[in-house]
Each structure stands twice: as C-alpha cells, then as structure tokens.
Nanobody
Framework: VQLQASGGGLVQAGGSLRLSCAAS????????VGWFRRTPGKEREFVAA????????SYADIAKGRFTISRDNTENAMYLQMNSLKPEDTAVYYC??????????????????WGQGTLVTVSS
C-alpha cells in the first residue's frame, strides 16, 4: 500500500484543518488506517485510527472531542478533520495502514505502511 498525506498548513489557534491520505496498491478496505504525529525531540504519537469497514474508531486523548477520523473506501482515502486546533498540535502528521484490521491499533509497531507526512503549524 502506498500512502500520500496532504492538507497540512498554517492555521491560527482555534482554527480547523482537514488532512487527507490517498492510498493505492492494494485493497484499501483490508487495512485499518491511522494518523500519527511527531514533533522534534518527541516520539511518534498516536492520534486516531479507523478500521477497514469504517465502523470502529480509536482516538488518543489529545484528539477526543476535537478530531474526527473517517474514510471512503470507494475513493481509497481517509481523512482527519481537526477542529479547535492548539499550538501544541503543531507537528508532522503521518498516515499509516495496518493489516491488524479488526480493532484499529494505536501502536505504531502494528502499522505496515507509512505515508511521507504533512506539516501542520498552529500559531498562537
């Protein structure tokens, strides 16, 4: 599976962004997909994940109530709608795909494929 993340940019605190991840190569619905983020000096951090059918989702505490993950298997795409953004959300965001499909995993070690990342910068 090849993944291409997009949609990052500069936004003011309190604003919104929608990240997209386009997939190609294999049957997209066979994979759970997730978003992770990384800031300099920090470990890669789980943000949200969604199962192959789109029925199960998982969110990190930092995302609950502000971010929404979704997917469109007909378009081989998944999305992260981010609202009420904070300066601490500034990071490179990565999409990833996992063959562990029944419960969308939070551990990056369970993801098989990674996109290149898109930078989100939230100004105060």
């Amino acid at each position: 599976v090849q993944l291409q993340a997009s949609g990052g940019g500069l936004v003011q605190a309190g604003g919104s962004l929608r990240l997209s991840c386009a997939a190609s190569g294999r049957t997209f619905s066979l994979y759970a997909v997730g978003w992770f983020r990384r800031t300099p000096g920090k470990e890669r951090e789980f943000v949200a994940a969604i199962g192959g059918s789109g029925q199960r989702t998982s969110y990190a505490d930092i995302a609950k109530g502000r971010f929404t993950i979704s997917r469109d298997n007909t378009e081989n795409a998944m999305y992260l709608q981010m609202n009420s953004l904070k300066p601490e959300d500034t990071a490179v965001y990565y999409c990833a795909a996992s063959s562990v499909n029944f419960v969308p995993p939070a551990s990056p070690g369970l993801y098989d494929y990674w996109g290149q990342g898109t930078l989100v910068t939230v100004s105060s």
